[in-house]
């Protein structure tokens, strides 16, 4: 079977099925850069393709390389925000926005890797990705499909032009497999760089947070509070929340996420759980808010020399109404008479607690209580006990 595709530009490439699972390329290179016979092809392979359904940026490439189930992992020690998901059906790649904290958080581009250990199973892969990718070639049904060019050289690091719906160019995919390393491993890199920062304004929709940029998390606390926002900054974490005209800050600073959470948590005995209750929340509930992207921003902490947490509260009363009473009056008093750094962290991760168990309470499966907290299963429950120094 021969298949034709009308690329964009002057150069075209042809696609001829050879059997057993290998397609030709036959590529259009310009002669002051093509290869000589007796060279391995090396360059990247600029195909063009037409039918690929990449038109408007951050967007639409999230349509064909996101992950289904995102979920924000604070690792220890770690200067980065990690990301894992599933890339086109193949689970555990890890994920990261390429981006300049240092002009408003930016995003400039995405990258998806995962190790394979053996060749076998990264090509099978590689053969899924550039499948659902670019439907550029016919899909061989249990069969591995290795691209080759006229000399029989594999191709192994393609280049697809992005264009948006008026034609221009505005980013590049990569998709590029790696031999196999000293110890046996190999691994898949999908990256889009972005030209024209066409991901800046489409980020705003997918909740990518920037350095400085709040997201609202309000429906994620009615009816307790009328509004919440959280904020990622530099070597900052900030919730700003709204009841009638009380206003509440929470504000954890540090010299990174690891510091962050360590002034949450005093205790070292408690990070573990910190880090569980922090995910579960991010997962929960912003992983959901209007998109399916949560992400921090990565290494925006390293200015901040100084650790400690702060909260403030404060009445904006010209409205000349009495403050509300009540569940939200208490979480205040509790703030404002926290002794500690880590009597401030619980309160905040308690009053989350207690809201997530409200969200889940129609839940038919056993709930586990203690302390006027329910959690989904005892180990999370023994893990608050331990941290709490509960018997």
């Not at 400039?108 to 053996?118: E, L, R, Y």
């Not at 709040?214 to 429906?219: A, K, L, M």
């Amino acid at each position: 079977m021969l298949c034709l595709l009308s690329l964009r530009g002057t150069a075209q490439n042809r696609y001829e099925d050879l059997g057993n699972g290998t397609v030709l390329v036959h590529r259009n290179i310009p002669s002051s850069t093509s290869s000589s016979k007796s060279t391995k092809v090396t360059s990247v392979q600029h195909l063009h393709f037409q039918g690929i359904s990449l038109n408007t940026s951050f967007r639409n490439f999230l349509k064909y390389l996101r992950a289904k189930h995102f979920y924000v992992d604070v690792r220890d020690e770690s200067d980065y925000c990690y990301i894992s998901g599933t890339v086109c059906g193949i689970p555990d790649f890890d994920i990261s926005l390429v981006g300049d904290y240092s002009d408003d958080g930016i995003i400039h581009g995405v990258t998806a890797s995962k190790s394979f250990s053996d060749v076998e199973s990264m090509y099978a892969a590689s053969e899924c990705i550039l499948d659902k990718l670019t439907k550029a070639y016919p899909r061989h049904e249990g069969a591995a499909v290795s691209m080759v060019d006229e000399n029989r050289n594999a191709i192994d690091l393609w280049n697809v032009d992005v264009f948006n719906e008026e034609g221009a160019c505005i980013g590049m995919l990569y998709v590029f497999a790696q031999e196999p390393d000293g110890a046996g491993n190999c691994k898949i890199t999908i990256k889009y760089n972005d030209f024209v920062n066409s991901l800046a304004s489409d980020a705003y929709d997918y909740n990518v947070i920037g350095y400085g940029r709040p997201i609202d998390i309000s429906e994620y606390v009615k009816p307790t509070l009328d509004a919440c926002t959280m904020e990622v900054g530099s070597a900052f974490l900030k919730f700003t929340c709204r009841r009638g005209n009380n206003v509440y800050e929470m504000v954890a600073f540090g010299e990174d996420r690891s510091s962050i959470l360590y002034n949450l948590f005093v205790d070292s005995s408690s990070r573990e759980l910190n880090r569980k209750i922090m995910n579960a929340y991010f997962a929960e509930n912003l992983r959901v808010y209007n998109g399916n992207v949560m992400a921090c921003t990565n290494s925006a902490f390293d200015d901040i020399s100084y650790k400690v947490v702060s909260a403030s509260f404060s009445t904006n009363n010209s409205l000349k109404k009495e403050p509300s009473k009540g569940d939200f009056n208490e979480f205040n008093e509790k703030i404002l008479n926290s002794k500690t750094n880590a009597d401030m962290g619980w309160t905040l991760l308690e009053y989350l607690l207690k809201h997530k168990a409200t969200r889940s309470g129609s839940s038919t499966s056993q709930k586990y209580h203690c302390n006027g907290l329910e959690f989904d299963n005892p180990a999370d429950m023994e893990d608050y006990k331990n941290a709490q120094g509960l018997k």
